[in-house]
């Protein structure tokens, strides 16, 4: 302080000079700390940040090799061959091929899905360094057609050798499921196989030669499937199934939140008495209500009344094929006007007719508009979120979704808590895909 009570200017210049040395100090340890923090790769040296990560000079896969059927997946991390404890490379750092996209495709995430039988190579290749590279030899052992038309329930004529590719068919009303072979089937004798179980694995009969040739097996439950098992040498003609016919009670069935009625092993979809009870099928909802009302006059044409346009009784028209629908009110004389829609409600194939704007029973005059929605098939599905999800509850909530469940590789985890529920999916959650689609469950595992 000077004689007046006033801080001099040196004073005041040396307190400026040590409070911006102090704040430099401070943002310098910051920073250092920051970056240390953030990657574990930067150290504050002579007043300047450095990074003294390392890329590998080597990497290794955790398998050289695996086999798995088409549907299936796997999974293939990546690590730094340098160090025996290295922490897995992440997506950013490798970089994921396939040499046969057609028999393996393989995701950023190193998920592995087998497409269809033969052999392919998985290769890992560092980001930084393309020299750097490993890889693993995947092997499709066999192809699997889920059966939603006959056609499609055979095998190649002939079969290929070295095989063991599967068909599998699925009705979720069937008690049992009875399976006619074509006259022609005929497997190598004594060497090759077909397999006929059930979706648990049950045997319900092995077959060689033409012992299936005109033959039929019934398989207990609501699945069937069939495998044909062969060697590597001669082949013969294969198999063929001609006829597929689910055994079904009468009785009322719940299936995907619907109510449905089977009476001589057809699904009912009019009224349905019932002691003192009518039901009444519910067109919007796709269900069977209760109801007090008189059941309608059957759906039948009939003839025109005197001096006037032919009048009939409007026909019942749900899930008949359009056709048949169309040949039908065409010979009533009816003004029909078609909706193509997509359908997410019954799920009903292409061409099926899903809604008329009458109710069948109720009189209708030829000339007169009549609307009809026919189905394009089934859209879209969501893919609901099943992270968490034990393998039973993701498997009723993909069944309910209409979607097949697909067990894919593990997720190796030390988090006992974890173990046994839904790591990862393929797609993911909230995807937009096909009625019907795959969906890859990972699973946490302690391997």
Same mark, same amino acid.
């Given at each position: ?6 801080? @001099?200017?040196?004073?005041?210049? +040396?307190?400026?000079?040590? %409070? ?24 504050? !040296?002579?007043?300047?940040? &450095? ?8 990497? $290794?896969? *955790? +398998?050289?090799?695996? @086999? ?13 061959? =340098? ?8 997506? &950013? ?6 040499? #046969?996209? $057609?028999?393996?495709?393989?995701? @950023? ?13 998985? !290769?890992?290749?560092?980001? +930084? =360094?393309? *020299?750097? @590279? ?25 079969? #290929?050798? #070295?095989?063991? /590719? ?17 006259? $022609? ?6 060497? =090759? ?21 005109? =033959?039929?097996?019934?398989? %207990? ?47 009912? $979809? ?5 002691? /003192? ?85 109720? /009189?209708?005059?030829?000339?007169? /508009? ?9 859209? *879209? ?13 993701? *498997? ?52």
């Amino acid at each position: 302080m000077n004689t007046q009570g006033r801080t @001099s200017p040196l004073r005041r210049s +040396k307190c400026l000079f040590a %409070l911006l040395a102090t704040c430099m100090v401070a943002f310098c340890l910051v920073f250092a700390s920051f970056a240390y923090a953030t990657e574990g790769a930067f150290t504050f !040296t002579g007043g300047s940040v &450095s990074d003294t990560s390392s890329t590998p000079t080597s990497i $290794k896969l *955790n +398998k050289e090799a695996f @086999s798995f059927e088409s549907g299936e997946a796997r999974l293939l991390t990546a690590t730094s061959a =340098d160090s025996t404890d290295a922490a897995p490379l992440g997506y &950013s750092d490798v970089i994921w091929t396939s040499s #046969d996209p $057609k028999v393996a495709t393989v995701l @950023s995430s190193g998920v592995v899905t087998a497409n269809s039988r033969g052999t392919a190579t998985i !290769t890992c290749t560092l980001a +930084k =360094d393309k *020299n750097v @590279s490993a890889s693993c030899k995947v092997t499709v052992t066999a192809n699997i057609t889920p059966v939603t038309d006959i056609l499609a329930f055979q095998s190649t004529h002939p079969y #290929d050798a #070295d095989s063991r /590719d599967l068909w599998t068919y699925y009705n979720p009303f069937a008690a049992s499921i009875i399976l006619t072979f074509d006259s $022609k089937t005929n497997v190598e004798e004594g060497f =090759d196989f077909i397999e006929v179980t059930d979706d648990e694995g049950k045997i319900y009969g092995r077959f060689t030669g033409t012992q299936l040739a005109s =033959d039929q097996v019934e398989v %207990l439950g609501d699945s069937a499937w069939v495998r044909l098992v062969a060697d590597s040498s001669n082949t013969e003609w294969g198999f063929a199934v001609i006829s597929v016919e689910p055994v079904i009670y009468d009785g009322w069935y719940e299936y995907a939140g619907k109510t449905y009625l089977f009476l001589g092993g057809e699904m009912q $979809k009019g009224m349905v008495e019932d002691g /003192d009870l009518i039901h009444h099928f519910d067109e919007t909802t796709g269900e069977y209500l209760e109801t007090t009302s008189v059941a309608p006059t059957p759906s039948y044409p009939v003839l025109p009344d005197a001096g006037g346009p032919a009048v009939y009784k409007v026909p019942y028209l749900y899930f008949m094929d359009y056709d048949d629908a169309m040949a039908i009110l065409n010979a009533m004389g009816l003004n029909v006007i078609e909706n193509w829609i997509y359908d997410d409600a019954f799920y009903m194939p292409y061409g099926t007719i899903i809604y008329q704007s009458r109710p069948d029973g109720a /009189d209708i005059a030829a000339g007169e /508009d009549f609307l009809i929605n026919i189905s394009l098939g089934p859209g *879209n599905v969501t893919v609901p979120n099943l992270l968490g999800k034990t393998p039973a509850d993701a *498997n009723a909530i993909l069944t309910e979704d209409h979607l097949v469940p697909i067990i894919g590789g593990g997720a190796p985890t030390t988090d006992t808590s974890l173990l046994n529920t839904v790591a990862w999916q393929e797609p993911m959650a909230y995807t937009e895909v096909p009625y019907g689609s795959n969906v890859i469950l990972h699973f946490y595992t302690n391997e």
